[in-house]
């Protein structure tokens, strides 16, 4: 069944977007990620003007975490004053993104800035992810303890001014660094069409040194903020959200979202980390090589403001 | 919206009787959430006592739609997009039909006052144009696009025609019974809304000696209308409302589960 999109203004298999949206939902419940980097180069590739799926997809990604942040308070597994911290950030990054998304198409460079960041940030931390989870699974596979987790907290953590308790993650550090990662999930979010789990959860895991257990359901949090924010500047600034791809997509994101969550539990965390770092990496390859083999076509239409 | 058609009178009639006459079968073309592009039928005759060869040329433009295009070039090993060029005088949609190909049925001259034909279309690019003296001729125009502009010109014809929206089909009149001609004109699914004119002219040796126009609107109609109208009119209230659905629908889904 075809369905004529009133923004996008091109004709869509309804079945085929309900499916992918109930995909990647699957995967974002699965690993915990909001599951933008995956869907907007997909609808792009089917077709639908990159603007329109960038804007749109905030309200997918949005859809999806609300869904799975739902059963992770309940396991007390959000750290609400973290997620206020970072989404304060986020909101400064998500108008700022938002604005510089506005004037790379008027420069005609949207392209070419969304192709490097995916390039560049799924292909480090794709790269990163799949060696640390490698070396993991290796580890116990020939029986060897797992490595002893660093506690010690890198000391410019401490140094900073402004220090806040954060109880639910036993921290006591200061805001700045999670506001300034804030800022730079919200520029993604708005410039890529993503919900920055994917930079999230490591920076987390790895620079703020937060308990394991409330990364995830904390992430999500503070994505839900940014990207509701995200797709109404999208709308009233720029009129890309097409609300009817929407709904397509997070009708099967929201269910997908919730069987990825009860199937999370039936996989260990490093064969988890070592997929999904296969995948954000081959994604990151598929839209970033695209910069250096020669076109078909040497021209192209920009699409949109005239 | 302004559509190049010479009038009448510049068209030279000559002293022939024969005219043409034609109707389309729709001539309001409606953008419901189904729509996945329209084909329409021009039905005409020709009126001709003299047994003079005749030839029909049906030309379908669309509303003028600037079109924003970039060229990719190599910059350090990586394709990037050049500046954008913005070009004018570009119909949104344009069709040519006729019972042979345009270059038999007339000469250049008169296609190129008629603007029948792609080659024929006034597409230029306006801002990069300025005017200077050479060689010692004032005001001759000089496009910063140098001697490539002949390359963006036609690349811009290019993409439109793979996308559906430029065409010319030298096959595309046929006489259906002796003096009663059949045309059809394919709008695909991203044919822009607007106002479109079909022209329909009656050549005799060469020479235009007959001619009508009809209109045809496409327009968005039902929800697809209102939507879209909601979002580009009160586009705040629209990001808002679509966040709430947005935001509800994964709060219901999350409940439903755990009912569950």
Same mark, same amino acid.
Do not use: W
């Given at each position: 069944m075809d369905l004529y999109l009133p923004i996008a203004e091109v004709s869509v298999n309804a079945p085929l977007l309900v499916a992918l949206g109930a995909l990647v939902g699957f995967i974002s419940g699965l690993f915990g990620i909001g599951g933008g980097f995956l869907m907007t180069p997909v609808l792009v590739l089917m077709g639908i003007p990159p603007a329109v799926a960038v804007a749109s997809m905030a309200n997918h990604v949005a859809a999806s975490s609300t869904s799975s942040v739902i059963s992770y308070t309940r396991k007390r597994a959000v750290d609400f004053r973290m997620g206020g911290v970072l989404a304060a950030g986020g909101v400064a990054g998500a108008i700022v993104g938002v604005e510089v998304f506005r004037w790379l198409r008027l420069m005609g460079q949207a392209d070419l800035v969304v192709a490097l960041s995916y390039l560049v940030f799924l292909g480090v931390i794709g790269g990163l992810m799949l060696v640390e989870s490698l070396q993991s699974i290796l580890r116990r596979r020939s029986g060897q303890? /797992?490595? /002893?987790?660093?506690?010690?907290?890198?000391?410019w953590l401490y140094s900073l001014p402004l220090k806040m308790r954060f109880p639910r993650s036993r921290l006591y550090i200061s805001v700045i660094p999670p506001v300034l990662l804030g800022v730079f999930v919200g520029v993604l979010s708005a410039v890529? $069409?993503?919900? $920055?789990g994917f930079v999230l959860v490591p920076a987390m895991v790895?620079?703020?040194?937060?308990?394991?257990?409330v990364v995830v359901g904390t992430s999500l949090f503070q994505i839900i903020i940014t990207t509701s924010l995200t797709g109404v500047l999208q709308a009233g600034r720029?009129?890309?959200?097409?609300i009817v791809l929407a709904t397509l997509l997070l009708v099967g994101g929201v269910l997908g979202a919730q069987l990825g969550a009860k199937a999370?539990?039936?996989?260990r965390a490093e064969e988890l980390r070592a997929l999904l770092a296969l995948i954000v990496l081959l994604v990151g390859l598929r839209m970033g090589l695209g910069l250096f083999f020669t076109p078909d076509e040497p021209f192209i239409l920009m699409t949109g403001m005239g | 919206m302004a559509l190049d058609i010479p009038s009448p009178a510049a068209l030279q009639l000559t002293a022939s009787p024969a005219a043409v006459s034609a109707a389309l079968t729709t001539t309001q073309v409606r953008v419901t959430s189904s729509f996945r592009g329209a084909r329409i039928v021009l039905y005409g005759a020709v009126f001709d006592p003299s047994t003079t060869p005749s030839d029909v040329v049906v030309i379908v433009r669309g509303p003028d739609l600037p079109v924003r295009i970039a060229r990719k070039t190599k910059v350090a090993g990586v394709w990037v997009n050049s500046r954008p060029v913005v070009f004018r005088g570009a119909p949104g949609f344009y069709m040519t039909a006729s019972t042979r190909p345009l270059a038999d049925i007339a000469g250049f001259g008169t296609l190129r006052r008629l603007g029948a034909g792609i080659d024929h279309l006034a597409i230029n690019a306006p801002l990069e144009q300025h005017t200077e003296t050479r060689y010692g001729v004032r005001d001759v125009v000089v496009s910063?696009?140098?001697?490539?502009y002949l390359d963006w010109r036609r690349a811009v014809v290019r993409l439109k025609e793979n996308a559906g929206l430029y065409d010319a089909d030298d096959k595309g009149v046929t006489f259906v019974d002796k003096d009663l001609f059949k045309a059809e004109i394919d709008l695909p699914t991203e044919a822009p809304t607007g106002r479109y004119q079909a022209e329909i002219i009656l050549f005799q040796d060469g020479q235009p000696v007959s001619r009508k126009v009809r209109s045809l609107t496409v327009e968005k109609a039902g929800i697809e209308r209102t939507l879209y109208l909601f979002a580009h009119r009160s586009p705040w209230l629209y990001g808002l409302v679509s966040m709430a659905l947005a935001l509800g629908a994964g709060w219901a889904a999350s409940l439903a589960f755990r009912r569950n």
């Open positions: 303890p /797992p490595k /002893p987790r660093k506690d010690r907290r890198p000391p890529m $069409g993503v919900g $920055g790895y620079i703020l040194r937060m308990p394991a257990g720029n009129q890309t959200v097409d999370s539990s039936r996989f | 910063r696009l140098g001697a490539d």
